[in-house]
């Protein structure tokens, strides 16, 4: 006999469910699905992705502040070995202290890092920390984290198993963009931590991840659906999550993002169950 469902795991479940249903794949789960769980999953809309407890200001279609220059992507550094990762990581952080160097500390509660994996062969790349970001210190779980996840597992890996950064280190105002002089201070911290992990393959999240990887401005639409060089990788560059909770249509463009990514990194999707 099944056991029941309690009501957290029984809105993952449905979370996880939604996600693979809007980017079409629908033969994941061949077991039987609780009818009930089914049915909680057809009653929510798609409006009731989007974020209702703080603004969704990740909009693909805000402009990079173009008052200032964005600096120039920095050279790249001798490789680290595999064993050194963490240590190397670390030192980064310790450098980076209770910062101060940008108008951002002023509002902080906690400074957000990075999580996972420092070998991984998949790094992803966002904008900033939101509220619960700011909260947890550690990037990506709020409802766009979540979302993440579920792109993850969708590629058939963990989140423990890919490495998760962000632009900026503090939470800008009203999850408002990172203004040039914020992310041109903080974006140098960034890349040493991606020419410490190494990663096989880096997905920018969003146009401003995408804009202070690049150290250029150029639309979304041109630069996703493609594999850029990057300092001895391969740089994917697809919508921000919380955008896609904005706009839920565009996760099987998302998906098909992924797709390129897997397809660099050898993965293929879960097994069937």
């Not at 993952?12 to 077991?31: I, V």
């Not at 089914?38 to 200001?57: F, G, H, I, Y």
């Not at 001798?78 to 310790?94: K, Y």
Request: proline share 8%; aromatic share 6%; glycine share 8%.
């Amino acid at each position: 006999m099944a056991q029941s469902l309690d009501s957290a795991t029984r809105d993952a479940l449905a979370e996880r469910l939604r996600f693979y249903r809007d980017l079409g794949l629908t033969e994941f789960y061949q077991r039987p699905v609780d009818p009930a769980l089914m049915a909680q999953l057809a009653a929510r809309p798609e409006e009731a992705q989007t974020e209702t407890s703080q603004p969704v200001l990740f909009q693909e279609e805000a402009p990079i502040p173009s008052r200032k220059h964005i600096s120039e992507p920095p050279q790249v550094v001798a490789a680290i070995p595999a064993a050194d990762h963490a240590a190397a990581l670390q030192i980064i952080r310790d450098e980076i202290g209770d910062c101060t160097r940008c108008a951002l500390h002023k509002g902080r509660n906690k400074l957000v890092f990075a999580d996972g994996d420092p070998n991984a062969r998949l790094m992803f790349v966002g904008e900033g920390p939101g509220a619960d970001e700011d909260a947890q210190g550690l990037p990506f779980v709020g409802k766009a984290g979540q979302l993440l996840n579920n792109m993850i597992g969708a590629m058939g890996l963990k989140r423990e198993q890919v490495y998760i950064a962000n632009v900026v280190k503090c939470r800008p105002p009203g999850n408002r963009t990172p203004e040039p002089e914020e992310g041109n201070t903080c974006s140098p911290f960034l890349f040493r931590q991606i020419d410490v992990v190494q990663p096989q393959v880096l997905v920018a999240l969003g146009a401003t991840a995408a804009t202070y990887l690049l150290g250029m401005r150029q639309p979304l639409a041109g630069l996703r659906g493609r594999v850029h060089a990057f300092r001895g990788m391969q740089l994917i560059i697809t919508y921000h999550p919380a955008y896609l909770l904005r706009d839920p249509r565009q996760k099987k463009e998302a998906w098909a993002d992924l797709q390129i990514a897997m397809k660099e990194l050898g993965l293929k999707p879960p097994s069937k169950a």
